[in-house]
């Protein structure tokens, strides 16, 4: 059956409201923050925005409210060319918002408030059944009640649709998810979480086999910031090296991985291929202020790839990539 899409992405519409600031606060302190920027994220939204830059046909499920902030997404995704057709506007409850932290390293951390995003049920997901059984990729985070989640992914899965499933935010994970997954990709906050491991360099190839042998995965990738992007599929386990770039923000970092790796999936790359061009989006994303406005294009995704030269794996313990 040919796709209607190549990707769909279920998840969240966050309105970013930023601070900057030397550090964190300590418990009671008040700080004075250094910048303050409004910018369009939400792990949805953001993994959307990516995939369609990337050069992918593609269309999001999600909650927003009937406010200024949710008509600002649709404008957004409309300009990206991202269908909205399934983006569901609640009477009463706001749009979600997030309010992350960014330190001079560029490094965040972040607070969401669901809103309308807590609002979207498993019948709002059985009036998506269309997209989510007729795209190449579905890509599914965390955001949303973990209901539609499972709804989503068990619909897309039965209809051989390929899930991708980026377990974050950190914290405990429904492992009923697990039979409706094909592709894990978490950073390394929420392997340790899912493994009891720490997540350092000779921890990881073990943690992704752990991972991927306990949720019957056809490809386990674990994004590890600076370090790179270990990947594990088809018996190939390798790091892909990081490109070092002058990072300001990583706001959004992991979505622009997330959705351009779900791009490059539906246009029928290898996993080790989707991983290298995912690695460049997400490195050029964090050289840009700001969240879903800072996916790169796939010309620039690319280049970067290009003058990297070939990748190779600090500690491939398999056979080369495909
Ligand atoms: O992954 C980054 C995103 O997480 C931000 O845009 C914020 O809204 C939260 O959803």
Known sequence: MSSRYDVCVLGSFMKDLVASAERRPLPGETLHGTGFAEFLGGKGVNQAIAAARMGARTAIVGTIGDDRYGEEFLELLKRDGVDTDWVVRHPELGTGVGLPLVLPDGSNSIIIVSRANAAITVADIDAAAAVLTSSAVLSVQLELPVEAS?????????????????????????????????????????????????????????????????????????????????????????????????????????????????????????????????????????????????????????????????????????????
């Open 150 to 322: 499972r709804a989503a992914l068990q619909l897309a899965s039965a209809a051989g649709v390929t899930t991708i499933l980026t377990p974050a935010p950190v914290g405990p994970v429904d492992p009923s998810l697990a039979a409706f997954v094909d592709i894990l990709v978490p950073n390394e906050m929420e392997a340790a979480a899912l493994t009891g491991l720490d997540c350092d360099d000779s921890q990881v190839p073990e943690i992704a086999r752990r991972l991927a042998d306990a949720w019957d995965l056809r490809g386990c990738v674990i994004t590890l910031g600076a370090r790179g992007a270990f990947v594990l599929a088809d018996g190939v386990e390798m790091l892909v090296p990081a490109h070092p770039v002058a990072t300001v923000d990583t706001v959004g970092a992991g979505d622009a991985f997330c959705g351009s790796l779900a791009a490059s999936l539906a246009a029928g790359a290898g996993l080790v291929d989707a991983v290298r061009l995912a690695n460049a989006a997400g490195a050029l994303s964090t050289t840009i202020n700001g969240a879903a406005a800072s996916a790169p294009s796939r010309a620039a995704a690319v280049a970067l790839l290009d003058s990297a030269g070939s990748e190779r794996s600090r500690f491939a313990v398999g056979p080369p990539s495909p």
